[in-house]
RNA sequence: GGCGACGUACCCAAGUGGCUAAGGGAGCGGUCUGCAAAACCGCCAUUCGCCGGUUCGAAUCCGGCCGUCGCCUCCA
């Protein structure tokens, strides 16, 4: 397997420090908001990693924090008028609605920042101690600053240099600090704000220090793989880097991990450009499977342009899946003799499209290559139908191949519904003004009009379906009715 | 200003030194069908932003130019 490391710039073999035990740490969401669809990205993104992991046979633990204090989760709270425990609680919640419904798995440990305050406090301690932070009187209490020109590694994941970022001149100046790059990783409270006892009295965490005591708590002082999205290399990843490093001496992490963005327009999808589109929004219109679809479509490291048609194309593509599936579903043996040439075209088939998969999940997660060997694929499964199987070996192997197909699908997270539960889904998304009994009463009216020749009434009601979003499809022994993308 | 990424068909998107430039969507023609739909077959990039260079050979490597975007501030 090779993965692309952001330490390195490059794409590198995957070896985990110890054989097949992977820790893996990703950074999660501040509970502030309604997630967008940026974080749907990155959550697909590592829920899809972890599962192509496993699928591999390592032995994963996967570790994805809640930022749960903070100061938008403050200001939230000051404008609702409730505490800031319950806009945390809240949005942790709004997460796992909208995360469920994506399909992203649960993490392993998934760790609160506020449930850590002593871990924090003892590396915020050793780190005074060891000379690479430093207190500043705040009054009542102090807050603790880590000071960035004692970490000589500064800026090596985000390729900077210190002297490019202090003249970058968007660092705004802080009298408190010594140098304008030195972060917080104790900030003392202010008046009506939450806070925790602490050796420099009533305060509360800087941002980065709790995604150190929670990785060195539940995975260890060195991460197999750290990740998160792109806009965190710089400064979150790299502050962990420093403070961490500076605490253990170790590196902090073997691989760097960062999604690209999610844009709109050409342009980041965030909260201060206003252009954010949220996760709990696009399911009311489009299916969330096909969203998870879209986000996989193209490279995790890519950026990733949002359109309404491109989730269309998303649910097009499923509807070619479950099409297939339903085809699968009404194939039947009525023949002892087997035709050949159909088993032995079949076979390497199959075969080969694990093989396929594989090679391209080994290359960097490339997802969307991935979905490419599983369409490819599925061309290959219909061609083999229309020359219509009829023996039950045949059959069979259709049928193998399309738990195969559902396998791989797995490791994505998509392919798991039965074809008419995609059909049923639709209805009730797509907003079809009629009942499932109605079609079906409908259908059955036609079958009678076409046993009678009555082409005319036939076309009449599958015009009308048409015109309602549902179309028709006659089959030698039936009529099935499917939903229109 | 500093650093970085990208530019592949009508649209989305793989491919990063050498077999016919994956896959999906849209469109057009055909097979099937009462007619459709689905599925399949065929067509749809002799060419990969532009200009040079390296090489027997480049979409892929190097240089320049143009364009788009990102990070340098909270951000997934």
């Known amino acids: 397997m090779r993965i692309f490391n952001t330490m390195t710039g490059k794409v590198e073999n995957f070896e985990p420090l110890e054989n097949k035990k992977v820790g893996i740490y990703a950074c999660g969401v501040t509970v502030y908001d309604l ?64 995360m469920d419904r994506l399909g992203i798995a649960r993490a392993d440990i998934e760790p609160k920042a506020t449930e850590h305050m002593q871990e924090m406090i003892e590396i915020i301690k050793a780190l005074i101690e ?26 090596k994941l985000s390729k900077k240099k210190l002297e490019d970022l202090i003249h970058g001149a968007r660092v705004e100046v802080d009298e408190r600090k010594k140098s304008p790059l030195d972060f917080a990783l104790w900030k003392a409270s202010k008046p009506g704000e939450p806070w925790w006892e602490s050796p420099w009295g009533k305060g509360r965490p800087g941002w980065h220090i709790e995604c150190t005591a929670m990785s060195m708590k539940h995975i260890g002082e060195t991460l197999d793989i750290h990740g998160g999205g792109a806009d965190l290399i710089f400064p ?57 679809l ?61 093989t396929k998969f594989e090679e391209a999940m080994d290359d960097d997660f490339n997802t969307a290559k991935a979905i490419g060997v599983i369409f490819e694929f599925i061309k290959e ?15 069979s192997l ?6 195969i197909l559902r396998e791989l699908g797995g490791v994505l997270n998509i392919f798991h519904r039965k074809a008419i539960d995609w059909y049923r889904d639709l209805l009730h998304l797509k907003r079809i003004p009629l009942l499932e009994e109605e079609i079906e009463e409908l259908i059955n009216e036609r079958t009678q009009a076409r046993k009678e020749k009555n082409w005319h009434r036939a076309d009449e009601i599958r015009n009308f379906l048409l015109t309602k979003g549902i179309i028709l499809e006659d089959r030698p022994d039936k009529t099935v009715w499917k939903v229109k993308i």
């Open 35 to 98: 997630c967008h669809i940026g974080h749907a990205r990155s959550a697909v993104v590592f829920d899809v990693i972890v599962r192509y992991l496993r699928y591999k046979g390592y032995d994963v633990k996967f570790v994805r924090n809640f930022t749960d204090i903070d100061d938008k989760i403050i200001n939230r709270a000051q404008k609702e008028g409730i505490s800031w425990k319950e806009v945390a609680d809240k949005y942790t919640n709004e997460y796992y609605k909208d």
């Open 398 to 403: 259709i049928r193998e191949a399309e738990i």
């Open 294 to 354: 879209f986000l996989l479509s193209s490279h995790y490291r890519s950026p990733i342009e949002f359109d309404h048609e491109y989730l269309k194309e998303s649910e097009a593509m499923l509807d070619r899946f479950y099409s297939t599936s339903l085809r699968i579903e009404d194939l039947k043996a009525f023949d002892k003799g087997s035709k050949k040439s159909l088993t032995i075209e079949l076979k390497p088939l199959v075969e080969t499209l694990k």
């Open 236 to 292: 979150h990843h790299e502050n962990e880097i420093a403070q961490s490093e500076a605490y253990t001496g170790k590196p902090f992490a073997k691989y760097w991990i960062h999604n690209g963005f999610v844009t709109i327009n050409k342009e980041k999808m965030s909260k201060s450009l206003g252009n954010v589109l949220n996760i709990r929004d696009l399911l009311e219109v489009y299916d969330a499977e096909a969203l998870r």
């Open 130 to 155: 060891k000379g690479y932070a430093y207190e500043v009187d705040e009054g009542e209490a102090k807050s603790v600053y880590f000071s960035v020109d004692k970490f000589s590694g500064y800026g």
């Open 381 to 395: 499964l219909n061609r083999l139908m229309d020359k219509k199987p009829s023996s039950e070996e045949e059959i």
